[in-house]
């Protein structure tokens, strides 16, 4: 990209993922806007201003995908900062039975991969 051009929302959301940061944007009421965009839904605002989020919320649901040694859990999570995001579940966190939903969780970005992702566990628990 040459300097003359400016990057996208989503470049800039997926830039701080790479650098381990969860950026959103917020609007000039104060809105939460989620996925990265130019302006927010509703209102059109463009007066957006990025933010960096604790990753801390509520599991919503989750799934249990099979598949290689250890399955994956893909998670929703109802974050603080008032939008919902997806995820994975640390296998860490106990998922027996549905008793899981409404855990307090505390996410963090795992960069070791190919492509940076959000990985949740349970409030004070290792992610």
Aim: proline share 6%.
């Amino acid at each position: 990209m040459n300097q003359t051009q400016e990057m996208t929302p989503w470049q800039t959301h997926e830039d701080a993922l790479r650098q381990g940061r969860f950026l959103f944007q917020v609007a000039s009421d104060g809105s939460a806007v989620f996925y990265p965009r130019v302006c927010a839904p509703g209102t059109g605002d463009t007066q957006l201003r990025w933010q960096e989020s604790a990753l801390q919320g509520t599991l919503y649901s989750y799934s249990e995908l099979p598949g290689g040694s250890a399955p994956s859990i893909v998670a929703l999570v109802d974050l603080d900062d008032g939008f919902r995001i997806m995820g994975n579940l640390s296998p860490a966190l106990p998922i027996a039975n549905q008793s899981v939903i409404g855990t307090r969780v505390q996410g963090h970005i795992d960069t070791a991969g190919a492509l940076p992702r959000v990985v949740f566990a349970a409030m004070g628990a290792a992610s």
